[in-house]
Structures are given as C-alpha cells and as structure tokens.
C-alpha cells in the first residue's frame, strides 16, 4: 500500500508517505496558516505522489460522528481561522481516496498499539503534555470517541496546600492544563521549561499535578499502559517523581501486576516521535480496507 499519513497541528502539519507496516519513506513540515493557505499545500503535497488513502491526525476539538452533517470538520478550536473547517470534506475532493480522520493524540496511540510498545495491549492511554494537554484513549481494541472524544487534558486537580497560581486555562483556570502545560510553568515561574531544568521545585509541583490527573484515568479507565509524550516530557527527571507521587495517591487501592511494576506502566514513548505519523498511516490503512 501507498499510504498518505498527516499529523495535522496548531503550528505545523507533518506529512509523510509510508506503508501499512509503518514504514516512512518520506516526510516533510509545512507550516499551519489559515485553511485558504495551507490546505492547497497539503493537497498538491499527498496529489504528486500519489497515495491510495490518506489518514489525518488533526487537532482538535473535532467531529468524529459519522452520522454528523459536520463530520470530518475541526469544530469550536481557539485556532479561529480553522473553525468549522471541512477536512475530511476537502481531502476527499481534492485526492479522491478513502481518508482515514481521528484526532492527534488518538493517532498517537493508534501507532503506539499497532508498531511500538502497546502491541500487545487492548487498553492504553497516550497523554501529550506540551503547548496544551491531550490524551487518546484506546479502550478495548479501539479508539474511544463517545459523545465527541476524550478531553481529558482537562480534568479537573486538587491545588497543593499553599500553592496561590490560578491556572492558565481559559475556561478552567486549574484544571491539568491549566496547571502542568508549557504555558503554565512559564507563567507560573516567568521562564521557559527547558530553562528550569535545574530547579527541583519546578518538576516536584509539575509531577505532582500531572500525577493526580493519572489517578483519575487510572481509576476511571483502568488502562494497562500510560504512554506520557508532548516537550513538556523531554524532561526526563518527571518520570520518576510522577511514578513516586501516583503510588502515592493510589494509597493501595487498586492492586494490579501493572501498578506493582510502575517503571514499565508510566512510560516515554516508543517510536522516536513518530507516533503521530505512524498512526496517521493505520488510519489511512483502515479507511483504504473499510473502502
């Protein structure tokens, strides 16, 4: 198969031209402008080399209801320009090929279930933590969606005892992104991340909120694996401390083999952050058999 893969994102869109093994032979960044402008870049992009389906991983919010007059489209974004977007629409009159349509994060678990180290798992979650906070869950072989799809990113945590910041937010001010993403430890602490990596407090607190929010999952959705992505990630020294803090507030309710070994349970990602593309390629594969 000749697969088409985009991971479509607020700052840029990553095409690729792969195969249904995960195989990338070919990758390119556009930049994301309004949909007037990038859009027929995109489309000239996948139409040269001719792709047989192509699958999208789109940020969001999005409408993944088939039997929705507005499937396919990017719906109530704060990226303003792209709301109300037709993408699935667009893609189809543009290549005439099957489009395969999840969201970014979902697409991230996509790959990691079927090329990287959830294969052999049925139930798993992908969490980004970066500009914003956005999970995919794959719950019993397949992508939950639901009413919409998970936004979990915006659940709601307790604020540590003696911490005043009010959250970033703009609907919920302290919710998990308004308390852990990239622009809520540069207001919170008046600089980037990648320059606070040397202050401990920094990560203790940021652990400590990204922590509670995997409780919530752990509790609710019972997944075998958590795969934590997105740059806010790139700090490596969190995965010990969230790991230390989610024992910590599990307080030896749930007992499982999974929590009994938290160091492969809580984990990187596994394909060299192509996650997203790859996922992109399952999604094409599956629009392209179901077609």
Request: glycine share 12%; aromatic share 8%.
């Amino acid at each position: 198969m000749r697969l088409g893969a985009l991971e479509a994102g607020g700052t840029k869109m990553v095409c690729a031209i792969g195969d249904e093994n995960g195989n990338i032979y070919e990758q390119v960044s556009i930049p994301t402008e309004t949909p007037e402008i990038t859009l027929p870049k995109l489309a000239e992009w996948f139409r040269e080399r001719n792709v047989e389906a192509l699958g999208i991983g789109c940020f969001g919010p999005i409408d993944l209801n088939k039997e929705s007059e507005t499937y396919g489209y990017i719906t109530s974004t704060p990226k303003l320009p792209w709301v109300n977007c037709d993408v699935v629409g667009y893609f189809k009159k543009a290549l005439g090929c099957p489009i395969g349509f999840d969201t970014d994060v979902n697409g991230s678990a996509l790959g990691e279930v079927t090329f990287g180290q959830a294969k052999d798992k049925k139930n798993i979650m992908y969490i980004t933590i970066g500009t914003g906070v956005g999970a995919g869950v794959y719950a019993e072989g397949k992508l939950l969606h639901g009413m919409m799809h998970p936004e979990a990113g915006h659940v709601l945590i307790r604020r540590r005892q003696g911490d005043t910041y009010e959250g970033k937010c703009p609907y919920h001010k302290d919710c998990m992104e308004g308390m852990t993403a990239g622009p809520a430890i540069e207001a919170r602490w008046g600089k980037k991340g990648i320059d606070l990596k040397d202050r401990p407090e920094v990560w203790d607190l940021e652990a400590y909120y990204i922590a509670q929010a995997l409780v919530n999952y752990i509790m609710t959705l019972s997944p075998e694996m958590i795969i934590l992505g997105g740059g806010v990630m790139h700090q490596e020294q969190l995965f010990p401390l969230i790991r230390g803090y989610v024992k910590e507030l599990l307080a030896g309710y749930i007992k499982t083999k999974q929590l009994d070994d938290l160091e492969h349970y809580i984990v990187a990602p596994s394909l060299n952050d192509n996650q997203g593309i790859m996922g992109a390629l399952e999604l094409g594969r599956r629009a392209l058999e179901a077609d």
